[in-house]
């Protein structure tokens, strides 16, 4: 039963990813994100990480998909505005075709290694106090690397979008 799931879960999270890259409108793109992250937070459950799979519906589901909703919606993206992909199912597939031989490779290297126990650990695994241990002690840096990488990224649609509400106030006054 539990192959099943995580067989159902592993399709559904390649499916959104491969929804956010095909569709044209960025509203249907962001569903595919969503529906990523939450494939992936179902595996997080089934690995029985608690945390993890608290974190990626809490955080990544609910407020970074809330925020990335937030910019679409007060940029207003219309369709004359995306730019033209006369070859983008093309790059898709020779990005495909290219990864195969690193896929390829993963998968014999992983046939190759030694069996293991891969039953799920009792005790702290997936628990709050040693990831938090490791984050704030060794990944410092890198996370508030990327609260400031997250905080440019809305400073940067804000401006876009006032520039275009800009735009627009001066095409009214004409």
Do not use: C, H
Not at 149 to 160: D, N, P, Q, R, T
Request: charge should be positive; avoid cysteine.
């Amino acid at each position: 039963m539990t192959d099943l799931l995580f067989i159902a879960l592993s399709f559904l999270a390649i499916s959104g990813a491969i929804a956010m890259i095909v569709y044209a409108n960025p509203m249907y793109s962001a569903l595919g994100v969503l529906i990523s992250m939450l494939s992936v937070a179902g595996m997080f459950a089934l690995l029985n990480a608690t945390f993890l799979f608290l974190v990626q519906i809490i955080v990544y589901a609910g407020a970074i998909m809330t925020l990335i909703l937030f910019i679409l919606m007060f940029l207003n993206i219309r369709e004359e505005d995306l730019p033209k992909e006369p070859k983008k199912f093309k790059l898709i597939a020779l990005g495909a075709v290219i990864m195969i031989p690193l896929n390829v490779l993963i998968l014999k290297a992983v046939s190759k290694l030694p069996a293991k126990d891969l039953t799920i650990t009792e005790g702290d695994f997936g628990g709050i106090k040693p990831i938090g241990m490791q984050l704030y002690n060794n990944w410092l840096v890198a996370f508030e690397l990327i609260s400031i990488l997250l905080l440019v990224a809305l400073i940067g649609s804000v401006v876009l979008a006032k520039k275009r509400t800009s735009k627009i106030k001066k095409a009214g006054e004409q």
